[in-house]
């Protein structure tokens, strides 16, 4: 039968169920630049220097210190959990337990610091001079 009629001569036709075309994925090659887009990286945004801005210097703050071995810092705005953790760590040598964040009306950025139970909040505060 395929010998009288020919094979080749038949063809489904595809059904178009939808009126958008999808155009098929094809073979992508993995990039072989010959140089790089920039010759030298970008010196680093964010270090520890510039998340820390101060030291909150009020009775509250002091209180922290004193009762919940809590450091408070003014922060900068793009700073994150994780950048002002390290930065403490960094500068003042103490462990970090746990960050809490606050931004103030005036568009400042508050944290509070909490250290582990073997670092002592007084001490890294007076350290840094902070009291």
Do not use: C
Request: positive net charge; glycine residues 4%; hydrophobic residues 35%.
């Amino acid at each position: 039968k395929a010998a009288a009629k020919g094979a080749n001569g038949l063809k489904k036709t595809k059904v178009y169920t939808t009126t958008t075309f999808h155009r098929p994925k094809t073979l992508a090659l993995p990039r072989k630049p010959t140089y790089a887009n920039k010759a030298v990286n970008h010196y680093p945004r964010m270090d520890e220097y510039k998340v820390i801005i101060s030291s909150v210097n009020s009775e509250g703050a002091t209180q922290k210190i004193e009762d919940a071995n809590t450091l408070v810092l003014y922060v900068h705005i793009k700073a994150n959990k994780d950048q002002i953790k390290y930065a403490v760590k960094k500068l003042y040598g103490a462990e970090v337990l746990k960050v809490n964040t606050l931004v103030r009306p005036d568009g400042t950025k508050k944290a509070f610091v909490r250290l582990t139970p073997d670092h002592d909040a007084l001490d890294v505060a007076s350290r840094a001079g902070f009291l």
